[in-house]
């Protein structure tokens, strides 16, 4: 078997590059080893643990009554992307239509209103027709835009049970250390708390709907950037839902290492038991300067550091800023990316996730992935090496600031939320210096869509 391609040879701003990369076989053959044991182990602690599983969970989405909507469909609309428009109309029209039948049966029987397992079951019988029935560029695009579906549906899995180990394994929390920390930073979710209450319930639901629907933002931006794939047969060497997927992958190792359950539930009344008192959103908490680990029940995943909702919401901001070519996206895509991101911070801290120093870890977590990905054919050479191992020290720096200073932040709030402030807009500068003050060069570009 060639476990590697070769020496791969790219002309780039009129140098040429020459790296060994893993062949595509390799890369195939891997995830689809990786990803069975994954849900098989995640399933076996499920189950000893007595809940819910990524394979049971599966299987309610193609026999019984699935946990989301959103989620399934936006796995069905990315696999659109590699079909014609006649297949697409048609998988849409079966999806909808099996969806129909389900519910039918689940109402009679007496169940609740469920949609998702017609987008599932299309989107399994995509991969076999594709697989088998179809040739040539039409079973590659098919196959490639498939996968995303399919990764984007188990990773919904994986963090559902996810969210439950980082209970069993974070019985304490840091949400006294947390707290302080954003003293510096105005306690913006306290702030937007209040904000929030004052605007009313139309501007919540808004909200709240942009915050569990990201999905849909990312299945808009992916698609767009992904139009042409079926009449060129060429796929980007880099778009959103690599980002979306490998933040997902490393963010919640974080949920562990720093568990917190945000303000709503350590200082508000969705704590119950186990709260601090009830603060948020109308009451700062007064200053404790000897914090410390405080147990806490399984009412709340420990899903705040860092917040990846910051993180996912950023990238579709970035993506949405230009085309895969380089060029500038258009004005309802840019307009929409802002609005995204916007209502998502605004979520976040409003109803109480997050503290804004999660938000601070989220950004710096999503730029340095990023800067991990785009543009594959430029390598790694010196200044994204920097920019990298920058921006992963700097989310070690915040996390151990925040753990070990979080009293002396609190003390000198100023010059503190100035340094913390400060170093998450000198690396977002140096982001922006990096990939978007200049348009890539035409030969990179070209290279870069061939990838």
Aim: charged share 10%; with cysteine.
């Amino acid at each position: 078997m060639v476990l590697l391609d070769g020496p791969r040879s790219e002309v780039v701003g009129g140098a040429r590059r020459t790296s060994w990369l893993p062949s595509r076989r390799l890369q195939l053959a891997a995830l689809l080893t990786a990803v069975p044991m994954l849900l098989i182990g995640l399933q076996l602690i499920a189950a000893h643990n007595h809940f819910l599983g990524p394979l049971e969970s599966l299987w309610a989405d193609y026999a019984g009554t699935p946990k989301s909507v959103t989620v399934p469909w936006a796995g069905l609309g990315l696999a659109l992307i590699g079909l014609t428009w006649r297949r697409r109309f048609l998988a849409v029209a079966a999806a909808a239509g099996i969806d129909l039948v389900y519910q039918v049966i689940r109402t009679l029987g007496g169940g609740p209103l469920a949609l998702g397992n017609g987008p599932v079951i299309v989107l399994t019988g995509l991969v076999l027709i594709a697989n088998f029935g179809w040739e040539g560029k039409d079973k590659r695009n098919a196959l490639h835009a498939a996968a995303l579906g399919i990764l984007l549906t188990l990773s919904s899995k994986v963090a559902e049970v996810w969210l439950v180990i980082t209970m069993m394994a974070g019985p304490q929390v840091l949400d006294e250390h947390v707290v302080l920390v954003d003293r510096a930073l105005g306690n913006p979710s306290w702030v937007m708390g209040q904000v929030l209450e004052s605007l009313g319930p139309v501007v919540e639901f808004i909200l709240h709907w942009v915050y569990i629907e990201l999905p849909v933002g990312a299945m808009i931006v992916t698609i767009w950037q992904l139009r042409n794939v079926v009449e060129t047969g060429v796929w980007p060497g880099h778009y959103l839902v690599r980002t979306f997927l490998v933040v997902g992958l490393i963010g919640p190792i974080f949920y562990v290492i720093f568990p917190v359950v945000g303000p709503v539930f350590a200082y508000g009344a969705d704590g119950h038991g186990f709260t601090l008192g009830n603060y948020w959103p109308n009451v700062v908490p007064p200053i404790d300067l000897s914090p410390g680990a405080i147990a806490f029940g399984t009412i709340a995943p420990r899903n705040c550091m860092p917040s990846l909702h910051t993180a996912w919401a950023l990238s579709i901001f970035i993506h949405s800023r230009r085309d895969i070519d380089g060029s500038p996206a258009p004005a309802w895509l840019r307009w929409g990316g802002t609005f995204w991101l916007l209502a998502t911070l605004s979520a976040t801290l409003g109803f109480g996730y997050h503290y804004g120093a999660d938000l601070v870890v989220g950004a710096v977590l999503c730029m340095t992935i990023e800067s991990a990905l785009r543009d594959p054919v430029r390598g790694w050479d010196r200044i994204r090496i920097q920019l990298v191992a920058g921006g992963a020290a700097l989310v070690v720096a915040l996390l151990l600031g925040y753990r070990y200073l979080s009293v002396e932040i609190a003390q000198n709030p100023v010059p503190a939320g100035i340094m913390i402030l400060g170093l998450l807009a000198g690396y977002a500068v140096a982001f922006y210096r990096t990939w978007f003050a200049t348009l890539p060069a035409p030969a990179a570009v070209g290279a870069a869509a061939h990838a």
